[in-house]
């Protein structure tokens, strides 16, 4: 082929891989749902009662070591639950990660999606769920017993290309003075489990 052609056949492939890049350009994650989520607090491990505290939580990304998760909730023995209806401009699969210490549940328009409401160490689940466009009520129950406390929830939109939508929400900042200092090698260990999670989804 002579060169000139070649040159043009590189350049219009530059273009049409230009152009599919463009496509297929990861979508922004939906983590973080404009409204934030409505948060309730329970001073006890089975979100029973009344709530002691109803909040707004911009995302759910916790980090507690052993602190307590807000003034007037304990540190051992509280649950949440986190509700929100975002609004899902584009329809199609959407995968759903959490993280949890200790337990946690996932409903998607009260369908059980995640379901590990159980004590344990820190923990990661996936799960891909085909939604169509338009408003999807999201609800997540957590609970901890002890020690270690820590939840993440996350969800991007799965490309037709087949990738992932980049979903790392920052963290949430915790208002001055509400955690008490944790041991370092707790909080090390935890986040040591949590940079690996991150990094193998
Ligand atoms: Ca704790
Ligand atoms: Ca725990």
Known sequence: MPKRYSAILLALTLVVAFAVGLLIEPSESQANPSTGFRAEYFNNATLQGT??????????????GTAAPRPGINADNFSVRWTATP??????LYRFRAGADDGIRIFVDDQLIIDSFIAGEFRTFTRDV??????????????????????LVEWALVTAAGDL????????????????????GRVDALGARWRMWRRAC
Do not use: C, K, M
């Not at 709530?51 to 507690?64: M, S």
């Not at 609004?87 to 199609?92: D, M």
């Not at 939508?165 to 370092?184: D, K, M, W």
């Open 51 to 64: 709530p002691v505290q109803i909040v707004t939580d911009d995302q759910i990304n916790f980090n507690w």
């Open 87 to 92: 609004n899902f401009a584009q329809g199609g």
């Open 130 to 151: 085909t939604l169509a466009a338009g408003p999807h009520t999201i609800r997540v129950e957590y609970f901890e017993l002890g020690n270690l406390a820590g939840v």
């Open 165 to 184: 939508a980049t979903a790392v929400p920052s963290l949430t900042p915790v208002p001055a003075g509400t955690i008490e200092p944790t041991p370092l």
